[in-house]
């Protein structure tokens, strides 16, 4: 089976009120799925209750074939990380080593295996270059870098990221994702990116739509925009899937493009 998440049946509320009502989701390994909604779908909800931040839910989560109870609580948490919007609340201790080790040492890693953990994660993050810096000396860049270290040094199947790089610069957010996409691909890892800005779903494999605490469609990035799953009231397009629909109608090409690479040797071939 190739599913990292399996959500069946996952109902959540209060009273008569249904943030997540009989939800169904899969998302499989190494793939990478960007979930939208507007404001009160019930993304946060979700994202919760994947974390086992809730636990007075009806139906069932199953992460990496282990179900989501109190007792395989530690181990999934072990396998799974995830960044929150402020950044700042992803900093738990004073200085930069003992940061991106606090996790490792919950779960009794050695000293050797520590140190190699760092140098593996290094190869990705550049986490050295400023290791012995003072925290409340990281430039805004070097703060990312150091919350998303801590969230892949663990080796996590499952990284979720809630918002927390929506208010960065394209050049800063494409920094980071690279450096997400660059460990991916060695290291089998499946992202679920939550995001008001669609132009990042074109980093992904998939769309996942939250509507009124349902899974309205997870399809494929190509599916979502050829087929005109989202309505303008969803979101705004992404500019290169604007400006190919442009070029179709005036039969420039023939074809949806979602990279400028890709759209560039299209009308220049």
Request: proline share 1%.
């Amino acid at each position: 089976m190739d599913e990292i998440l399996k959500i069946t049946d996952l109902s959540f509320g209060y009273g008569d009120l249904k943030l997540i009502d009989k939800l169904n989701l899969l998302l499989n390994y190494n793939d990478w799925y960007t979930l939208i909604g507007k404001n009160g779908s019930g993304k946060t909800t979700l994202i919760k209750l994947i974390c086992g931040l809730i636990d007075d839910y009806e139906g069932q989560i199953e992460f990496n074939f282990l179900k989501l109870t109190e007792e395989n609580l530690f181990e999934i948490r072990t396998r799974m990380s995830i960044l929150f919007s402020n950044v700042d609340d992803l900093i738990v201790e004073d200085n930069i080593y003992d940061e991106i080790t606090f996790e490792l040492k919950n779960m009794d890693y050695s000293d050797d295996l520590i140190e190699q953990s760092i140098d593996d994660i290094n190869a990705y993050t550049r986490i050295k270059d400023f290791i012995n810096k003072d925290i409340m000396d990281l430039t805004l860049e070097e703060k990312y870098i150091l919350v998303l270290t801590s969230a892949l040094i663990i080796k996590p199947k499952l990284l979720v990221i809630d918002e927390t790089f929506s208010k960065l610069d394209k050049n800063l957010r494409k920094k980071l994702y690279d450096i997400i996409n660059s460990y991916r691909e060695d290291n089998k890892l499946t992202v679920l990116n939550i995001t008001h800005n669609l132009e990042d779903s074109l980093l992904g494999n998939n769309i996942i739509l939250l509507e009124n605490g349902q899974i309205k469609f997870n399809e494929s990035v190509r599916k979502v925009f050829n087929d005109k799953l989202l309505t303008e009231d969803d979101v705004d397009l992404p500019f290169i899937v604007e400006l190919s629909e442009y070029l179709k109608l005036y039969e420039v090409t023939d074809d949806n493009y979602y990279s400028m690479e890709e759209l560039v040797d299209a009308v220049w071939k």
